[in-house]
């Protein structure tokens, strides 16, 4: 069982920059790939960015590469999204998961068993 939490979200200005963390709780998190899913209304969650479990590979939608960048602490139970240049577009609840899914389909949220709450990110033009 893993339980995810996030944090870091709030209101910055186009261009602006802002650190998300998702502390995960459970022996086990560096089993898991970790992901970045976000939600804006009347839109469906998409796929932001994820990293494995063990080599730490990364994987972004094009959209944010570049700009965001995914990574993890195991020793601190910690995975992070670190988000430069932000648009208004990039506004959205902010998802992050843990889950055992192949390579080949990371960036797919059925393949992530745990999720948190989610984190609030508003980006103003």
């Known amino acids: 069982q893993v339980q995810l939490v996030e944090s870091g979200g709030g209101l910055v200005q186009a261009g602006g920059s802002l650190r998300l963390s998702c502390a995960a709780s459970?022996?086990?998190?560096?089993?898991?790939?970790l992901g970045w899913f976000r939600q804006a209304p009347g839109k469906e969650r998409e796929f932001v960015a994820a990293?494995?479990?063990?080599?730490?590979?990364?994987r972004y939608q094009d959209s944010v590469k570049g700009r965001f960048t995914i990574s993890r602490d195991n020793a601190k139970n910690t995975a992070y999204l670190q988000m430069n240049s932000l648009k208004p577009e990039d506004a959205a609840v902010y998802y992050c998961?843990?889950?055992?899914?192949?390579?080949?389909?990371?960036?797919?949220?059925?393949?992530?068993?745990?999720w948190g709450q989610g984190t609030q990110v508003t980006v103003s033009s």
């Open positions: 998961a843990a889950g055992v899914p192949p390579i080949s389909v990371i960036g797919r949220a059925a393949y992530y068993r745990y």
């Open positions: 459970g022996r086990t998190f560096s089993g898991y790939a």
């Open positions: 990293i494995t479990s063990s080599e730490g590979t990364t």
